[in-house]
């Protein structure tokens, strides 16, 4: 078990576990429909070269016990019309069937038989970072480990993978060239390692666009970094990336009105240093109505099988339509949207984002409270509540190509009660997928879960998924418990193997980090994230 711990109020961390292999089934086919919306073309970027040893930069403060707690930018609402789109109250939905899916299996299962994950592990303590929330995030490459978080600056730290720290915390704005904006550091760090090309690519934030750094080499301490900055139409907020073959590709929430924003940026050139095509900017997906907030998720590339010629990289939204088709929702069943982006760098012209068919999903409920308010689900010993980011697939979506077929897995919030009423109960759970897709056919859901073992006084919330090479399943997550023993916010994980039954959770659910009070600000962290060592390809990080 690999992970990574902020000690205080709150306690987060990454992941590692070992599962069994097994093989996957083919799914069904679809239909797909055309949505030629053209991108809005930036400035050509150049690269600035970063030619240092991180272990020669100035370490960044940490913050220690004493120092203030500050609380990181909040994720920006955009405030709905006088006339929301929701269904009434009163309208009869479905309820969550796949939680009982989880009880069958958890009551035929007991936890002295349920497997277990390897017992090794390799820590990596770090103390609180000083701003609420710390967003940590984690990846791992072929010899190394970086984490990052928001803390008095924007930060990273590199280790080996036995947990030796070999440079950091460094922040990203002192990657970045003097006097230029993305020394502010803003914060909301990404890492990822570009499987493809055994390189790094890393983001952050500034008030106007991102700031990202891809490395020279697979090795992020001595081999160098490229830096590249792009402008954003407004503040960038909450971005969300995924790898691709043709592109780096990113998505934000910058409050338009026209259709959720995403980036698409020259992945070829940006790994040379060579100045890099304009960015091109999309807005072409229509927002969702009765949201405030809205996100596409990418899909990121994982394993050793480049995707099929010619694939397109996907994004995808939850729908539930009780938010957003008033009295028309179905009330059995919501959807995943998927859309195909098709990027030609020279004829910009030529790209667009395809929405895909719809693919339907069991009932879920975005209501926590309400459509609007962040902080909701429950914690004991206090009347703050944490944010589930009911609005989004969470951090990540993970792509990968069996040959046999490709899949795609993710996760979101969904609120276990079915009540859309001021006073209705939270019973907040991890609602978790995997779509595939055989040759030439479309995506369609090969299976679904919702796990939150326990009494209804017991939430899971932000969860964060991978698939290794097996088809193997690992999640990470947070649980609070208000009811006696309570549990403060605390780390666990679970998997399941290829061969376990469709839907189901199988690992004994573990605890990483136990929580000692509760988050009084509301803010839980923006991200979490599993991953899978690239050089195994089986171990979850």
Known sequence: MKSTTISGSAKMAALLL????????????????????????????????????????????????????????????????????????????????????????????????????????????????????????????????????????????????????????????????????????????????????????????????????????????????WFYR?????????????????????????????????????????????????????????????????????????GTTAAPAGRKQILARHRDDEAHNGGGASGTQDFLELFEMNIDWNTPANSNITTLSSIPITEFNSWFRDYSTFATVPQPSSASRLDPIREVLLNQLSYRNFGTHESIVGSFATNQNSGRKRNSPVDSGVRWFELRRVGAGNWTLHQEGTFSPGDTSTHHLMGTLAMDKFGNIGMGYNVTKTTSPTVFASLRYTGRTAADPLGVMSLAETTVAAGAAAETSGRWGDYYQMTVDPVDDCTFW
């Open 18 to 225: 070992l599962l069994p292999c097994a093989v996957m089934a083919a799914p069904p086919k679809g239909v797909k429909a055309p949505n030629p919306g053209r991108p809005q073309i930036g400035n050509p970027v150049t690269a600035h070269s970063i030619n240092v040893d991180v272990r020669n930069l100035p370490k960044a403060e940490e913050w220690t016990p004493g120092m203030g707690i500050r609380e990181a930018h909040r994720r920006q609402y955009t405030p709905l019309g006088s006339k929301l789109p929701h269904a009434p109250a009163t309208k009869a939905t479905a309820s969550d069937r796949l939680n009982e899916l989880q009880q069958i299996f958890d009551d035929s299962m007991p936890a002295r038989a349920r497997a277990k994950a390897s017992d090794s592990r390799v820590s990596i303590n770090n103390p609180n970072t000083g701003v609420s929330p710390g967003d940590p995030v984690v990846e791992v490459g072929a010899n190394h480990v970086i984490y990052a978080v928001n803390g008095v600056t924007t930060t990273f730290k590199i280790y080996d993978k036995a947990g030796t720290l070999l440079a950091g915390p460094t922040s990203f704005g002192s990657l970045a060239p003097a006097g230029n904006a993305c020394t502010t550091d803003r914060g909301d760090p990404l890492v990822y390692f570009d499987r493809q090309a055994n390189r790094w690519f890393m983001l952050s934030m500034d008030d106007g666009g991102v700031c990202t750094f891809i490395s020279k080499t697979s090795d992020p301490v001595s081999g160098g970094w």
């Open 230 to 302: 792009y402008s954003t139409l407004a503040f960038p907020d909450y971005p969300h990336c995924g790898i691709w073959n043709d592109a780096y590709v990113c998505a934000t929430n910058e409050g338009s009105i026209a259709g959720a924003d995403v980036y698409a940026f020259d992945r070829a050139n940006m790994l040379t240093g060579a100045t890099a095509r304009p960015a091109q900017r999309f807005n072409s997906v229509p927002t969702l109505p009765g949201y405030g907030f809205q996100i596409v998720t990418p899909a990121t590339f994982y």
